[in-house]
């Protein structure tokens, strides 16, 4: 998703849109092409609202239905522009149950201002982060349950170990 967003009609609504990427097979192209893919992103000095396209991110991600993460890669420079904060993007993503994974390539306040971070600066450093993630999506199991059920009305048996409702 790119953090730059695009107006559908200038001067004529306020909501701002964040495209999505065009869609590509990670097992063929893989992830470091979608990374060093200069087509696909936005240009180095267009004002990005990087926490509202991770916000974005993870409300779409809360109407699919597969293994889910965002993650998120910063190189230098601050956010720019956005509404809302990282800490309230991250609690945001917390309380939704959308996991958050942030790569940088150069350390700094900016990246801290997200939290927990993985500097990855080289093929070493990417292979584990990239491990990290895989391993995280991997563990993701999604189970649809028959009936009419309310989502508030579901709980987990005190016996279930190492399973966590989202909602």
């Not at 992830?31 to 509202?52: C, F, G, H, K, T």
Request: aromatic share 8%; net charge negative; hydrophobic share 45%.
């Amino acid at each position: 998703m790119s953090t730059v967003p695009s107006r559908p009609r200038p001067g004529r609504t306020e909501i701002d849109l964040f495209p999505l990427t065009e869609p590509f097979a990670l097992f063929r192209d893989g992830l470091m092409w979608l990374l060093s893919n200069r087509e696909i992103w936005p240009v180095a000095n267009a004002p990005q609202e990087v926490a509202d396209a991770v916000a974005v991110a993870g409300l779409y991600l809360n109407h699919s239905a597969s293994p889910r993460a965002v993650l998120l890669v910063l190189g230098t420079g601050p956010n720019r522009e956005s509404t809302y904060s990282p800490a309230e993007v991250c609690g945001y993503l917390e309380a939704t149950n959308v996991p958050l994974f942030v790569w940088t390539t150069s350390p700094g306040q900016h990246a801290n201002a997200w939290g927990a971070t993985d500097v990855v600066t080289s093929p070493s450093e990417f292979n584990k982060a990239w491990s990290s993630l895989q391993r995280h999506l991997e563990n993701q199991v999604i189970v649809w349950l028959d009936g009419a059920y309310l989502p508030n009305g579901i709980e987990l048996s005190p016996a279930a170990r190492g399973v966590a409702l989202a909602r």
